[in-house]
Protein backbone atom coordinates (compact mmCIF):
# COMPACT_ATOMS: atom_id res chain seq x y z
CA UNK A 1 0.00 0.00 0.00
CA UNK A 2 1.40 2.89 -1.14
CA UNK A 3 0.46 5.82 0.76
CA UNK A 4 1.66 9.45 -0.13
CA UNK A 5 1.28 12.93 0.80
CA UNK A 6 1.04 16.15 -1.22
CA UNK A 7 2.08 18.74 1.00
CA UNK A 8 1.76 22.58 0.43
CA UNK A 9 -0.26 25.85 1.65
CA UNK A 10 -2.32 25.91 -1.04
CA UNK A 11 -4.00 29.35 -0.08
CA UNK A 12 -5.79 28.98 -2.44
CA UNK A 13 -6.24 26.00 -4.15
CA UNK A 14 -5.00 26.43 -8.35
CA UNK A 15 -5.44 24.55 -11.44
CA UNK A 16 -1.82 23.53 -11.18
CA UNK A 17 -2.57 21.68 -7.80
CA UNK A 18 -5.31 20.07 -9.37
CA UNK A 19 -3.04 18.77 -11.64
CA UNK A 20 -0.83 17.79 -9.78
CA UNK A 21 -3.45 15.96 -7.58
CA UNK A 22 -5.31 14.07 -10.39
CA UNK A 23 -1.89 13.03 -12.29
CA UNK A 24 0.00 11.38 -8.60
CA UNK A 25 -3.40 9.67 -7.38
CA UNK A 26 -2.76 7.76 -10.42
CA UNK A 27 0.53 6.82 -9.43
CA UNK A 28 -0.18 6.27 -5.38
CA UNK A 29 -2.75 3.77 -3.57
CA UNK A 30 -3.74 6.62 -1.53
CA UNK A 31 -2.87 10.47 -1.51
CA UNK A 32 -3.50 12.55 0.96
CA UNK A 33 -3.34 16.61 0.12
CA UNK A 34 -2.25 17.78 3.50
CA UNK A 35 -2.94 21.55 4.03
CA UNK A 36 0.06 22.65 6.31
CA UNK A 37 -1.22 25.13 9.32
CA UNK A 38 2.07 27.41 9.66
CA UNK A 39 0.91 29.97 11.62
CA UNK A 40 4.13 31.73 11.04
CA UNK A 41 2.79 32.63 7.29
CA UNK A 42 0.14 34.82 6.61
CA UNK A 43 -2.41 33.19 4.78
CA UNK A 44 -5.77 34.32 3.17
CA UNK A 45 -7.46 31.71 3.76
CA UNK A 46 -7.57 29.92 7.17
CA UNK A 47 -6.46 26.34 7.21
CA UNK A 48 -10.10 24.88 7.49
CA UNK A 49 -11.24 26.92 4.42
CA UNK A 50 -8.77 25.95 2.55
CA UNK A 51 -9.32 22.30 3.80
CA UNK A 52 -12.62 23.05 2.86
CA UNK A 53 -12.16 24.19 -0.58
CA UNK A 54 -9.65 20.63 -1.45
CA UNK A 55 -12.15 18.46 -0.37
CA UNK A 56 -14.85 19.99 -2.71
CA UNK A 57 -12.77 20.36 -5.52
CA UNK A 58 -11.50 16.46 -5.12
CA UNK A 59 -14.80 14.82 -3.80
CA UNK A 60 -14.89 12.50 -6.84
CA UNK A 61 -11.19 11.75 -7.17
CA UNK A 62 -10.73 7.70 -6.32
CA UNK A 63 -8.39 7.49 -3.42
CA UNK A 64 -7.83 10.95 -2.35
CA UNK A 65 -8.10 12.77 1.14
CA UNK A 66 -7.50 15.97 2.75
CA UNK A 67 -6.20 16.74 5.69
CA UNK A 68 -4.40 19.52 7.72
CA UNK A 69 -1.14 19.26 9.55
CA UNK A 70 1.57 20.97 11.70
CA UNK A 71 4.96 20.65 12.96
CA UNK A 72 7.47 18.76 10.71
CA UNK A 73 5.76 16.91 7.98
CA UNK A 74 8.03 13.81 8.55
CA UNK A 75 6.54 13.49 11.84
CA UNK A 76 2.99 13.79 10.48
CA UNK A 77 4.02 10.78 7.69
CA UNK A 78 5.18 8.98 10.69
CA UNK A 79 1.62 9.11 12.34
CA UNK A 80 -0.45 8.60 9.66
CA UNK A 81 2.04 5.77 7.93
CA UNK A 82 2.96 7.43 4.54
CA UNK A 83 6.16 7.22 3.01
CA UNK A 84 5.81 9.34 -0.04
CA UNK A 85 6.18 12.88 -0.54
CA UNK A 86 4.73 14.21 -3.93
CA UNK A 87 6.05 17.73 -4.71
CA UNK A 88 5.97 19.88 -8.08
CA UNK A 89 8.84 21.65 -9.87
CA UNK A 90 7.94 24.57 -11.99
CA UNK A 91 11.22 25.81 -12.81
CA UNK A 92 14.47 25.69 -12.18
CA UNK A 93 14.35 28.10 -8.92
CA UNK A 94 12.06 25.27 -7.58
CA UNK A 95 14.79 22.86 -7.64
CA UNK A 96 17.56 24.08 -4.99
CA UNK A 97 15.21 24.63 -2.41
CA UNK A 98 13.27 21.22 -2.81
CA UNK A 99 16.19 19.12 -3.11
CA UNK A 100 17.25 20.36 0.33
CA UNK A 101 14.24 19.82 1.99
CA UNK A 102 14.24 16.65 -0.13
CA UNK A 103 17.12 15.29 1.40
CA UNK A 104 16.49 16.32 4.74
CA UNK A 105 13.58 14.76 4.76
CA UNK A 106 15.34 11.93 3.83
CA UNK A 107 17.93 11.89 6.61
CA UNK A 108 15.39 12.92 9.48
CA UNK A 109 12.95 9.45 8.37
CA UNK A 110 14.99 7.17 5.36
CA UNK A 111 11.75 5.38 4.51
CA UNK A 112 10.42 8.51 3.08
CA UNK A 113 11.26 9.30 -0.48
CA UNK A 114 10.12 12.44 -2.14
CA UNK A 115 8.85 11.94 -5.69
CA UNK A 116 8.79 15.27 -8.42
CA UNK A 117 6.12 15.64 -10.32
CA UNK A 118 6.97 18.08 -13.97
CA UNK A 119 4.56 20.79 -14.13
CA UNK A 120 2.12 21.07 -16.88
CA UNK A 121 3.19 23.59 -19.48
CA UNK A 122 -0.17 24.75 -19.12
CA UNK A 123 0.30 25.50 -15.89
CA UNK A 124 3.91 26.47 -15.00
CA UNK A 125 4.10 30.07 -14.29
CA UNK A 126 0.77 29.30 -12.41
CA UNK A 127 1.00 30.09 -8.38
CA UNK A 128 -1.23 30.83 -5.30
CA UNK A 129 0.89 34.21 -5.30
CA UNK A 130 0.17 35.39 -8.73
CA UNK A 131 -3.67 34.19 -8.01
CA UNK A 132 -3.51 36.93 -4.97
CA UNK A 133 -2.04 39.71 -6.25
CA UNK A 134 -4.28 39.51 -9.52
CA UNK A 135 -7.15 38.83 -6.97
CA UNK A 136 -5.92 42.00 -4.63
CA UNK A 137 -6.83 44.16 -7.86
CA UNK A 138 -9.70 42.98 -9.35
CA UNK A 139 -7.64 41.12 -12.00
CA UNK A 140 -9.34 38.07 -13.95
CA UNK A 141 -8.40 34.59 -11.78
CA UNK A 142 -10.69 32.59 -13.89
CA UNK A 143 -7.90 30.85 -16.17
CA UNK A 144 -6.31 30.53 -12.62
CA UNK A 145 -8.94 28.82 -9.99
CA UNK A 146 -11.88 26.68 -10.58
CA UNK A 147 -15.00 29.07 -11.34
CA UNK A 148 -16.35 27.88 -7.54
CA UNK A 149 -13.45 29.88 -5.91
CA UNK A 150 -13.33 32.79 -7.45
CA UNK A 151 -15.94 34.70 -5.60
CA UNK A 152 -14.25 33.52 -2.54
CA UNK A 153 -11.07 34.74 -3.28
CA UNK A 154 -12.18 38.38 -4.07
CA UNK A 155 -14.51 38.79 -1.07
CA UNK A 156 -11.05 38.21 1.00
CA UNK A 157 -10.16 41.52 -0.84
CA UNK A 158 -13.29 42.92 -0.56
CA UNK A 159 -13.72 42.95 -4.12
CA UNK A 160 -17.36 41.98 -5.59
CA UNK A 161 -17.54 41.33 -9.17
P1 LIG B 1 4.36 25.60 -0.59
O1 LIG B 1 4.07 26.80 0.22
O2 LIG B 1 4.69 24.36 0.18
O3 LIG B 1 5.27 25.79 -1.77
P2 LIG B 1 2.18 25.60 -2.48
O4 LIG B 1 0.74 25.50 -2.11
O5 LIG B 1 2.64 26.87 -3.07
O6 LIG B 1 2.92 25.23 -1.15
O7 LIG B 1 2.59 24.41 -3.44
C1 LIG B 1 2.44 23.08 -3.07
C2 LIG B 1 3.13 22.20 -4.07
O8 LIG B 1 2.51 22.33 -5.34
C3 LIG B 1 4.61 22.50 -4.32
O9 LIG B 1 5.28 21.28 -4.54
C4 LIG B 1 4.60 23.32 -5.57
O10 LIG B 1 5.81 23.18 -6.30
C5 LIG B 1 3.46 22.66 -6.31
N1 LIG B 1 2.85 23.57 -7.28
C6 LIG B 1 2.34 24.79 -7.06
N2 LIG B 1 1.88 25.35 -8.19
C7 LIG B 1 2.11 24.44 -9.18
C8 LIG B 1 1.90 24.42 -10.60
N3 LIG B 1 1.38 25.46 -11.23
N4 LIG B 1 2.29 23.31 -11.28
C9 LIG B 1 2.84 22.26 -10.62
N5 LIG B 1 3.09 22.23 -9.29
C10 LIG B 1 2.73 23.30 -8.59
Redesign the pocket.
Known sequence: MKKAIY?????PV?F??L??IVRSAKIVDELVVGV?NNSAKNSLFSVQERVNMLEELTKDIPHVKVDSFDGLLVDYMRECGATIIV????AVT?FEYELQIAQTNHVEYPEVETIFLT??LK??Y???SVVREFAAYGGDISKFVPAQFIDRIYAKYNIKK
Open positions: PGSFDTGHDMLRGLRDTNYSLSS
